[in-house]
């Protein structure tokens, strides 16, 4: 695939992203940076080094200067939880006062800016004691003599992240309207703000963060696994220039591997599909692979009513082939096969997966191009 890049670490990865975004008033780059990778390919460990490329010791003095704000699962570990264990009345979320992240809070009006994101996703309130370094929490309830606010709650973790994702949202204005305490930033780097939430929540913190983002001297990274986020993110931001790219790593030469994925962005299943139509070409297929392939018929068959996958590859209601096919399926998903110990199909079976999969596109017509390599 055009625009594919074979990099020897992390490192390297996050300096081409500084050279493919540039900084602010330079010409012929990017404003924002999307990126979707599957779990454990180094999304984290990335924005880190991202970060750690913007500090420079200042001469003579141990501080050291910095140009990214970011968001990752260290941004939420400044928060935790105090659980009043004894009283069980007194719960809150305690913040780490000493983090540059919670600069100049309480002349900077941080409640009224949570709740101006907040409100969209959640229905209870809360106060930020600013000196103590903690949130409590309130929500209010009806009871039989009316409506009555019930204080120190335990809010759940999905209602959490939130609640840290609009804390967030609310540096992020602070950034863009220009605030003295956050002028040191030249990059915002989010990395998977998508934890614990319904996809309706999802497409509305997606919307709510691109609207922001938008007209923001800042370029900004963000990178992510979840496919319908990094969806509405693209077509949200897809005028607005913006590269967007596919992480992987590639364990026979241990690299990190960068593809553009143009202008239909990478999707999980589109992938999934993409690598079992290459292993099905080379002949090198699997046992594994039928697991793969199990689960896009299994999700294809939801999304379309059907009750069962097998509906996803039939031709004809009386087709034997149709009821061997689904029986194949059935048996051969079922066994334990690793990825990381992988078994050679025999080459009969390596037949009817090749008849699966090759009806399965045939009946649900995907883009063509996909599965040709550029």
């Given amino acids: 695939m055009s625009g594919t890049k074979r990099l020897a670490n992390l ?73 009043d264990l004894e009283g069980d009345a007194d719960r809150h979320l305690s913040f780490n006062t000493n983090s540059r992240f919670f600069d100049g809070l309480r002349d900077l009006e941080m409640d009224t800016r949570i709740r101006g994101f907040l409100q969209i996703h959640a229905d209870f309130d809360f106060t930020i004691h600013y000196d103590e370094g903690y949130v409590s929490f309130s929500r209010k309830v009806q009871t039989r003599t009316g409506e009555e606010t019930v204080t120190g709650i335990k809010i759940s973790r999905g209602e959490e992240n939130l609640f840290v994702w609009c804390f967030f949202l609310a540096i992020v204005q602070l950034v863009k309207d220009e605030a003295l305490s956050y002028n040191w930033v030249k990059y915002i780097y989010i990395d998977d703000p998508i934890s614990s939430l319904d996809d309706n929540n999802v497409v509305a913190l997606a919307c709510q963060l691109s609207e922001l983002l938008k007209d923001c001297r800042v370029k900004t990274v963000i990178s992510t696994h979840h496919t319908l986020f990094f969806n509405v993110m693209y077509n949200e931001l897809r005028k607005e220039s ?43 297929i699997y046992t594994y692979h039928f697991n793969i392939l199990r689960n896009i018929l299994e999700k294809t068959a939801a999304f379309h009513g059907f009750d069962n996958f097998s509906a996803c590859i039939r ?51 995907f883009n063509g191009d996909l599965f040709t390599e550029k």
């Fill in 11 to 83: 490192k390297g990865l996050a300096r081409n992203i500084r050279d493919t975004l540039g900084t602010e008033g330079t010409t012929d780059t990017k404003n924002y940076y999307l990126l979707f990778a599957y779990n454990g390919t180094g999304k984290t460990r990335l924005s880190v080094e991202f970060k750690n490329l913007g500090k420079r010791k200042i001469s003579g003095r141990e501080e050291t200067t910095r140009d990214t704000l970011y968001y990752n699962a260290f941004t939420e570990d400044l928060f935790h939880w105090d659980n």
């Fill in 315 to 365: 031709r004809e209601d009386d087709d034997l082939d149709d009821v061997i096919f689904a029986r194949m399926t059935n048996l051969l998903s079922h066994g334990n096969h690793s990825i990381f110990n992988p078994r050679e199909m025999v080459e009969d079976n390596k037949e009817i997966f090749k008849n699966i999969l090759n009806r399965f596109l045939e009946n649900y017509k």
């Fill in 242 to 284: 913006t590269a967007s790219r596919f992480l992987s790593f590639e364990k026979e030469t241990n690299k990190y591997i960068v593809k553009n994925t143009g202008d239909t962005p990478f999707f999980h299943h589109v992938a999934l599909l993409m690598e079992l139509k290459k292993v099905a070409d080379s002949g090198q």
